[in-house]
């Protein structure tokens, strides 16, 4: 057995290991320092199958972005653990048995038969000089330019509607209207009233 197939059931092992305990610690913080280790050990398998572009970006985009603002939100969140531990057990039957027959389509589907190395073998070592950030964007950009525009322009118009949606005036709100609020002076505020002051009688 060579190194990169040791590496390579290292790194799946404690990706295995990692992922079962984000599931099933009872913290949240721990559960998604857990996550953190997922995706790293992702990212170093990602490396032993020469996609460095995807291994940064996972690291970059995952570990560095959304689980620091992940971690912000449950930290600040405080929340109560108790309440999610009661049913815990009187669903663990039926998660054990989900969880089962999950592993079982896995197995079905990935099986050697369809991803061994008969059907998909190793990939061709490259030269030093390879890039794959070069190959991939050259794959995006040449042969699936049109379905990789669409995508953009989909996601596009879904940032636009998510704007308009949020700047919608409710009914249920109050809305002020800032241009009304500078152009407002005091003579429209506050009116002055002048009486003569009288001495109170005994």
């Known amino acids: 057995m060579n190194t ?13 290991f990692a992922s079962g305990m984000v599931v099933t610690v009872k913290n949240s913080v721990y559960a998604a320092l857990w996550l ?12 032993l199958l020469e996609a460095e572009f995807l291994a940064i970006t996972l690291v970059l985009v995952y570990v560095g972005a959304v689980m620091v603002l992940f971690l912000f939100v449950v930290m ?3 929340i109560d653990i108790a309440p999610l531990k009661e049913g815990f057990t009187r669903y663990l039957p039926i998660g054990l048995l989900i969880g089962a027959v999950i592993v079982i389509e896995i197995v079905i589907i990935v ?6 190395l008969e059907a998909m073998p190793a990939p061709i ?6 890039s794959n950030t070069k190959e991939l964007g050259r794959l995006l950009y040449i042969d699936y330019v ?6 953009a322009v989909i996601l596009v118009l879904a ?3 998510a704007i308009v949606l949020t700047l919608r005036p409710k009914r249920w709100s109050k809305f002020v209207a800032v241009e009304k609020q500078l152009e407002a002076k005091s003579s429209d505020r506050v009116r002055v009233v002048k009486m003569p002051s009288e001495k109170k009688k005994h």
């Open 159 to 161: 940032i636009i509607a």
């Open 76 to 78: 600040m969140l405080d």
């Open 4 to 16: 990169e197939s040791v590496l390579f059931y290292l790194f799946a092992a404690i990706l295995v």
């Open 111 to 116: 099986g050697p038969e369809r991803f061994g």
């Open 36 to 47: 953190v280790l997922a995706f790293f050990t992702t990212a170093g398998v990602w490396l």
């Open 125 to 130: 070592p490259h030269a030093a000089d390879y």
């Open 146 to 151: 049109y379905p990789f525009e669409l995508a």
